[in-house]
């Protein structure tokens, strides 16, 4: 279709998939699933005429701005929606399994053992800050691509929201609450038996009078999504805006890094994620930018080749 590029089809399929999610669940979505369906389709149709109609739109306007960075505020939407839809194909959530999965491979529970071994304030504030970073990370690169280049800026947002709908999608499938299941802060689920042996670590007095750890536990209550931690999109995500800062931020790609690094440690001291979450944000990371990159550029070659022809 005319205008449309690789992260307009990516979003239409994802908003198409979800709906049908909606239509399979809708005995299990309640009064509302007809809402939501029709929520999909408004948002559907509004990003189709906004695609449709960019050639009508100024330079250098609200509208060519949305135009490039519309995916953005969705994240959000589409986020809070897996918590819903996560109950389609699954009942409860798969915790027993990821719980006993690193009880066999370490001996422990890592996000209890890693906050009980630096229960300091300073400590758990660069922790907290490295893990609110994820939020500045996204925002940031992207306003500085779109600053910069608006071609490096669409490759940015097409890529992270190619990687975001990927683990938006197992969400749905695979619903995993993680470490905080245990506080009962998400969800109300009740562990098999043969998990309640477990001490259940309570927040160090020092970690909990810290600044970012407040500023965090309002962003989780106000926009958690049960059911979104494996993989861990906050590690997966990071990793791919620091993909983007050695592309095309070299001078910032370090200190990035760095960030990123401590970002990837404090979803485990934080007590948001199971090791084995970060693990696999790594390798989703891999994979997603792998393929995302390869269908961008397929999808932009293609876009060149049909304006050329048009020429």
Known sequence: MKNYTFIDYATQIYIILTSLFVLIGYNKLGSYWLLLFFIHFAVLITIHLLIKNQDKVKKGSLLEFL????????????????????????????????????????GFQPSFKFMESLPYL??????????????????????????????????????????????????????????????????????????????????????????????????????????????SSHVAVALTTVYFSFKYLRQI???????????????????????????????TAIITVSIGNKLYFHFTKNQSHKSAIQI
């Not at 975001?164 to 562990?191: A, K, M, N, T």
Request: glycine share 6%; aromatic share 22%.
């Open 253 to 283: 790609r370090y200190l990035h890094l760095i960030i990123a690094i401590l970002l990837c440690a404090s979803t485990v001291y934080c007590r948001y994620h199971y090791l084995v979450d970060v693990i696999a944000g790594v390798i």
């Open 122 to 231: 300073w400590v758990s504030e660069i922790f907290y800050i490295s893990y609110f970073s994820y939020y500045l990370m996204i925002a940031g690169v992207g306003l500085w691509l779109f600053l910069k280049d608006k071609n490096q800026f669409q490759h940015f947002v097409s890529i992270v929201s190619f990687v975001f709908y990927c683990c938006f999608i197992i969400y749905i499938i695979l619903p995993v609450v993680g470490p905080r299941i245990f506080y009962r802060e998400v969800v109300e689920v009740e562990l098999p038996q043969e998990l309640t042996h477990f001490v259940v670590p309570v927040f160090p007095a020092a970690v909990q009078s810290g600044l970012f750890y407040k500023i965090m536990g309002i962003i989780y209550d106000c926009f958690e999504a049960p059911g979104a931690a494996f993989p």
């Open 67 to 106: 135009r490039l960075y519309y995916p953005i505020p969705l994240y959000i939407g589409f986020y809070r929606e897996t918590g819903v839809l996560n109950q389609v194909f699954i009942s409860g959530y798969l915790d027993p399994f990821f719980i006993r999965f690193e009880e066999q491979i370490f």
